[in-house]
């Protein structure tokens, strides 16, 4: 009986913790830049790419001129470009990143 009411007591404080884990994840705020749509420009760096920013704030480094033209005319619709996975420690980070435009 007494081994029933520990292996209870560890999981409710189990379920308890992830509650409260879950909880402060969702109340985390977002990863967010903030930019200005108005000031959005392109330019060619040659063969690194071409850059999309606000003269201030470099937001996406693009292939060609094509994609950067599209990625600005997104852009233009919103004023915060976000991250989820900015801060993942993996070796390859990069691939575990998600943005999103708001």
Request: hydrophobic letters at 40%.
């Amino acid at each position: 009986m007494r081994t029933r009411t520990l292996a209870l007591l560890l999981l409710l404080s189990l379920a308890c913790t992830s509650v409260i884990v879950a909880m402060a994840r969702a109340t985390r705020p977002e990863d967010c830049i903030q930019y200005n749509p108005y000031s959005l420009q392109i330019e060619d760096i040659g063969d690194k790419g071409w850059r999309l920013s606000d003269g201030k704030i470099w937001l996406q480094v693009l292939d060609n001129r094509d994609d950067a033209e599209a990625a600005m005319a997104l852009a233009q619709q919103h004023n915060y470009q976000c991250f989820i996975g900015r801060n993942n420690r993996r070796p390859d980070r990069i691939r575990y990143i998600v943005q999103y435009w708001k």
